[in-house]
């Protein structure tokens, strides 16, 4: 299930705006965030609310094109967004797949994250009110070649992005949860570079 949601990659939100909406709140932090790091939990829910598999890490990216997400726990995994291409190491396989980043992305999270300025030509943004000192956004892909309906993101009163739900086509909702956000951090390019480790098996473009 894990691997459902590595396009959705990952995604942080954070704007300077107090009073703004959710939506002004994305514009302004796609307008001014470079970078970005942060902790993040991940939890799949099935159609029911049940939880099926839970797992922690960390996030980084730099933009237009570059991220690095570490999946820690229960198991090591990278992802690897390099600016043309799109890198996944399963480490206990020892299994690397790679895409060309444009097709890996497409109307997803990932897009969100590390894309250009011109957000609206992917998503149908909408604001969704406020609950529990929360206000929250949802972004609804233009086009149906991306496994998510829709994403929702929620915003605390510091305008800190601290919840993102991914909902997919089978019904299931990945819950992320960000903590210790680091805004425009100095990341050495180095972090945004994949080379496949020796023996790996290598699948994809």
Not at 29 to 43: C, E, K, M, P, R
Not at 45 to 51: A, I, V
Request: net charge neutral; hydrophobic share 40%; aromatic share 10%.
């Amino acid at each position: 299930m894990i691997k459902k949601v590595l396009f959705g990659l990952l995604v942080c939100i954070w704007s300077f705006a107090a009073q703004a909406s959710g939506i002004e709140k994305l514009k302004n932090f796609i307008a001014a965030t470079h970078s970005a790091q942060a902790n993040f939990t991940q939890d799949v829910l099935d159609k029911s609310g049940k939880r099926i598999q839970s797992a922690s890490g960390t996030m980084q990216f730099v933009r237009p094109g570059k991220f690095r997400w570490v999946y820690q726990k229960p198991y090591e995994q990278l992802i690897v967004g390099d600016g043309a291409k799109f890198w996944l190491h399963d480490v206990e396989l020892n299994q690397v797949t790679v895409k060309k980043l444009d097709a890996a992305l497409g109307s997803s999270p990932a897009a969100l994250l590390s894309g250009s300025n011109e957000i609206e030509r992917g998503f149908v943004l909408k604001d969704s009110g406020s609950q529990d000192e929360l206000d929250w956004l949802q972004a609804v892909p233009r086009t149906q070649d991306t496994s998510f309906e829709k994403i929702r993101m929620a915003f605390n009163a510091q305008s800190e992005l601290v919840i993102m739900e991914l909902h997919d086509t089978f019904g299931n909702t990945t819950v992320l949860r960000f903590s210790k956000l680091q805004h425009n951090p100095q990341l050495s390019p180095q972090l945004f570079k994949f080379v496949p480790p020796k023996g790996a098996d290598v699948l994809g473009e």
